[in-house]
């Protein structure tokens, strides 16, 4: 199976011609092996126009997807970043592939380690797992340039907004358990701007300010 030629072709016709104009995201995308982040039941269907499960009733998130919240984060390489939900590993992948640091939470100790091995693995050695409640932040590395939850929330969780800097963005699905809608908020000193995005569905966000794991 030629992977990278799947890659070539999922960027192709699922990124560019949906709008992904960032080349840089798009540079990421072509780069990182999604087929070594999924299950091996799954590689052949690695680069398809799907979300994928990856266990745990954990998914990992359709590539269009991926290159959406990756392009709204509006990378320039100088960032610190903390995502919340690490999952397989992928999206942190392509985060450092544009930021300086990544800090990722996840809340499930075997999937954080698989993460950490594959990511170790593939020498992304600029990025950094930590198994706990994502809902709260990591604040013994605070303050984050950008923060990226990959996890539906009903609510933005107050100390992510603690830990972002001013003039940082924070990205979320948020909405019900079922139906969400992608949020980018800008810090400012003055306050903060919120805009609306793609609709979206992921898994929900279990934790403190999020909900409760037998919801």
């Given at each position: 199976?030629?992977?990278?030629?799947?890659r070539?072709?999922?960027?192709?016709?699922?990124?560019?011609?949906?709008?992904?104009?960032?080349?840089?995201?798009?540079?990421?995308?072509?780069?990182v092996?999604?087929?070594?982040f999924?299950?091996?039941?799954?590689?052949?269907?690695?680069?398809?126009?799907?979300?994928?499960?990856?266990?745990?009733?954990?998914?990992?998130?359709q590539?269009?997807?991926?290159?959406?919240m990756?392009?709204?984060?509006?990378?320039?390489?100088?960032?610190?970043?903390?995502?919340?939900?690490?999952?397989?590993?992928?999206?942190?992948?392509?985060?450092?592939?544009?930021?300086?640091?990544?800090?990722?939470?996840?809340?499930?100790?075997?999937?954080?380690?698989?993460?950490?091995?594959?990511?170790?693995?593939?020498?992304?050695?600029n990025?950094?797992?930590?198994?706990?409640?994502?809902?709260?932040?990591?604040?013994e590395?605070?303050?984050?340039d950008?923060?990226?939850?990959?996890?539906?929330?009903?609510?933005?969780?107050?100390?992510?907004?603690?830990?972002?800097?001013r003039?940082?963005?924070?990205l979320l699905?948020?909405?019900?358990?079922?139906?969400?809608?992608?949020?980018?908020?800008?810090?400012?000193?003055?306050?903060q701007?919120?805009e609306?995005h793609?609709?979206?569905?992921?898994?929900?966000?279990?934790?403190k300010?999020g909900?409760?794991?037998?919801e």
């Amino acid at each position: 199976m030629d992977f990278d030629k799947l890659r070539e072709q999922m960027v192709k016709t699922q990124l560019i011609s949906r709008g992904i104009k960032d080349k840089k995201v798009l540079d990421a995308m072509s780069c990182v092996p999604r087929h070594l982040f999924v299950e091996d039941a799954m590689v052949a269907n690695a680069y398809s126009d799907m979300a994928l499960p990856i266990g745990d009733g954990q998914t990992i998130s359709q590539p269009y997807m991926v290159a959406v919240m990756t392009e709204l984060l509006e990378l320039h390489g100088f960032e610190k970043v903390l995502e919340i939900g690490t999952g397989s590993g992928y999206q942190g992948a392509v985060l450092a592939e544009l930021a300086r640091e990544v800090y990722t939470i996840e809340r499930l100790p075997s999937m954080a380690e698989r993460a950490m091995n594959t990511l170790s693995a593939l020498s992304y050695n600029n990025v950094h797992v930590k198994i706990g409640d994502g809902s709260q932040g990591w604040p013994e590395k605070a303050p984050f340039d950008r923060i990226i939850i990959t996890a539906a929330s009903p609510n933005v969780p107050p100390p992510l907004i603690e830990q972002l800097t001013r003039g940082g963005i924070l990205l979320l699905p948020i909405g019900t358990r079922y139906s969400q809608t992608l949020l980018k908020i800008k810090k400012k000193d003055s306050g903060q701007t919120e805009e609306y995005h793609t609709p979206c569905v992921f898994v929900p966000l279990v934790g403190k300010y999020g909900w409760d794991s037998d919801e």
